[in-house]
């Protein structure tokens, strides 16, 4: 039987959840996620033009799209050559920035972070990176029917739509990744 819970310690508004993990402070846990996500971004900046940066753009990231395109539109016949998916009536380049590495930067950091245990923040981090990249695979597919079709149309989804439905995707999933599981006090009838 759990321990009965402490007025003002244990107590939040769904019940009793015993912690797992002592937060740190806030400001320790910001300075924390700003630095993770730097390091993370500094040491991205220093594989561009090497092989990692190649597997990350052009095996992880334009060919499973371009498979999904011809998925979807096998009459589009879409190539991935490089770092470009390229078809009859056009194609787009996925240059470096184009993989989702930045979002992935930030939950890793946010989960790095988060007052949780490794048990808990390992599958995290792997799901978290299934769920970026399958997003950016989407994102991907999306932009390349919209430059085909709308070039100011795909403007808007590169540079601003597509960025912040990204963020907003993974964000909620963070968050409901940090929610705690709500255990049933109901018993079987």
Same mark, same amino acid.
């Given at each position: 039987?759990?321990?009965?819970?402490?007025?003002?310690?244990?107590?939040?508004?769904?019940?009793?959840?015993?912690?797992?993990?002592?937060?740190?402070?806030?400001?320790?846990?910001?300075?924390?996620?700003?630095?993770?996500?730097?390091?993370?971004?500094?040491?991205?900046?220093?594989?561009?033009?090497?092989?990692?940066?190649?597997?990350?753009?052009?095996?992880?990231?334009?060919?499973?799209?371009? /498979? %999904? #395109? *011809?998925?979807?539109?096998?009459? +589009?016949?879409?190539? @991935?050559?490089? !770092?470009?998916?390229?078809?009859?009536?056009?194609?787009?380049?996925?240059?470096?920035?184009?993989?989702?590495?930045?979002?992935?930067?930030?939950?890793?950091?946010?989960?790095?972070?988060?007052?949780?245990?490794?048990?808990?923040?390992?599958?995290?981090?792997?799901?978290?990176?299934?769920?970026? /990249? %399958? #997003? *950016?695979?989407?994102?991907?597919? +999306?932009?390349?029917? @919209?430059?085909? !079709?709308?070039?100011?149309?795909?403007?808007?989804?590169?540079?601003?739509?597509?960025?912040?439905?990204?963020?907003?995707?993974?964000?909620?999933?963070?968050?409901?990744?940090?929610?705690?599981?709500?255990?049933?006090?109901?018993?079987?009838?």
């Amino acid at each position: 039987m759990p321990p009965e819970p402490r007025i003002g310690i244990d107590y939040v508004p769904d019940g009793f959840v015993p912690i797992t993990a002592m937060p740190w402070p806030l400001w320790l846990q910001v300075a924390a996620f700003a630095l993770a996500f730097a390091f993370m971004q500094t040491a991205w900046s220093f594989a561009q033009g090497t092989v990692i940066e190649r597997v990350a753009v052009d095996h992880a990231t334009v060919i499973p799209a371009a /498979w %999904l #395109l *011809n998925l979807i539109t096998p009459a +589009v016949r879409a190539a @991935a050559v490089g !770092t470009s998916i390229r078809a009859a009536g056009g194609g787009i380049n996925v240059l470096n920035g184009c993989e989702g590495f930045e979002i992935l930067f930030l939950l890793a950091a946010g989960l790095l972070v988060a007052p949780m245990t490794w048990r808990r923040r390992l599958p995290g981090l792997f799901v978290g990176t299934l769920f970026v /990249w %399958l #997003l *950016n695979q989407a994102r991907i597919v +999306v932009l390349f029917y @919209a430059y085909r !079709t709308n070039k100011d149309m795909f403007a808007l989804l590169h540079g601003t739509v597509a960025p912040l439905v990204m963020i907003v995707f993974v964000t909620i999933a963070f968050v409901l990744y940090l929610s705690p599981v709500e255990q049933s006090t109901r018993t079987p009838s």
